[in-house]
């Protein structure tokens, strides 16, 4: 039978995809199988026939149970499920997302903490971001920042007081914005040793931020408001944001400080 009629076929009713999940677990008759679902028999005796029309399920001394056909056809379709439900609950970070190689994979995600921003409560993620940047466990920071702001730097100020080095990659504009606003400010982080700046020749519409084991992605709108953060520590989301980064770092040149570094300290 056609692939696409299958995929309609489990589309159609969610009883179907529920009574394949059912009989994953254990064979089952009918009239068990209808009081596990709390739907009627005959929905039941109904489903049940259509999967044996198709091969999936069969009859036998310990009731309806899956063919290995249909146990891979309910792995998958689980599966598929499980995919969409990530990706709605991740939806207000991959929204705002540049594209799919800046969106880390919905799998990897299942652990993670998501913060959106709220009608009530717009700065949330970025309340969210200033906490978690403060408790960090890390040596070196690496990070990929669209925007300036005066939260960010005061966390990341207290890190460096702790005696953690960043690595911070922006576009050529937003670094040339900084250095207009306050000139002797620029100069004087660029210069204390603490920060390592890259200027990045074209625009950067994402946020990051990398520990030795947290990764922060920012999510923003097109007004260069922080909309989600996403706070995530599995493996799979780190080496993910460590290759971006990496990817990032070697497109751009580094910003020499304009004021010597005391007692002759190199940078590299």
């Known amino acids: 039978m056609p692939t696409r009629d299958d995929v309609r076929f489990l589309a159609d009713s969610p009883d179907r995809f529920r009574l394949l999940a059912r009989l994953r677990e254990r064979p089952g008759s009918p009239r068990d199988l209808a009081e596990d679902l709390s739907v009627s028999r005959r929905t039941v005796q109904r489903n049940l026939s259509e999967l044996g029309e198709r091969g999936w399920a069969e009859r036998g001394d310990g009731g309806y149970s899956l063919t290995t056909t249909g146990r891979l056809v309910a792995e998958e379709h689980a599966s598929y499920v499980e995919a969409l439900d990530l990706l709605a609950e991740f939806d207000p970070l991959y929204r705002h997302l540049p594209d799919r190689d800046h969106a880390p994979d919905p799998q990897w995600l299942r652990d993670a903490t998501l913060v959106v921003a709220e009608p009530d409560n717009p700065q949330a993620p970025v309340h969210h971001y200033v906490t978690a940047l403060r408790s960090f ?114 497109g751009a040149a580094r910003v020499d400080p304009p004021i010597p570094l005391p007692f002759g300290r190199s940078r590299d």
């Open 137 to 250: 466990e890390t040596r070196t920071i690496r990070m990929i920042s669209p925007v300036l702001s005066r939260l960010f730097h005061d966390a990341h100020a207290d890190l460096a007081l702790r005696g953690v080095h960043t690595e911070l990659v922006m576009s050529a504009t937003t670094i040339e914005r900084a250095r207009s606003l306050n000139p002797a400010e620029f100069d004087a982080v660029v210069s204390a040793g603490v920060l390592d700046l890259y200027r990045y020749p074209d625009g950067v519409d994402f946020g990051l931020t990398l520990g030795d084991r947290r990764a922060l992605v920012g999510a923003y709108d097109r007004d260069g408001q922080l909309r989600a953060c996403l706070d995530a520590t599995a493996d799979e989301v780190l080496s993910w944001a460590e290759t971006l980064f990496e990817r990032y770092r070697s």
